[in-house]
């Protein structure tokens, strides 16, 4: 039969044992939410490179067609200033004949 001091000894020791391990535990499971932090930290930082990639690519898309659509009201807006101003060189040519053809 264990006498009460050697049962005291190993339940002290006992008590030791899961101390260490409990210890060795908590630094495993820190170490492990330290890595995976940082593996969380990795992914939301490429998360956030693509979707300002993606916001970039859809800024230039809205670009190219904002700029198609003020070309094209320009080209309309020439066109218009052009038919008008050929309309007036047609009635100053005219109007210069007219004048011509009275002097002469």
């Not at 979707?51 to 009201?73: F, H, N, Y």
Request: charge should be negative; proline fraction near 0%; aromatic fraction near 0%.
């Amino acid at each position: 039969m264990d006498s009460m001091i050697e049962k005291i000894r190993g339940a002290e020791q006992q008590a030791e044992d899961i101390r260490a391990q409990a210890a060795a535990d908590a630094r495993d499971m820190v170490a492990r939410a330290r890595e995976e932090a940082a593996e969380r930290l990795v992914a939301a930082a490429e998360s956030e490179r693509q979707k300002t990639r993606d916001a970039l690519s859809q800024a230039e898309k809205d670009g190219k067609l904002l700029s198609a659509q003020v070309l094209s009201a320009a080209r309309e807006g020439v066109a218009r200033e052009e038919a008008a101003a050929r309309a007036k060189l047609n009635d100053a040519v005219a109007y210069l004949m007219e004048r011509v053809d009275t002097q002469v």
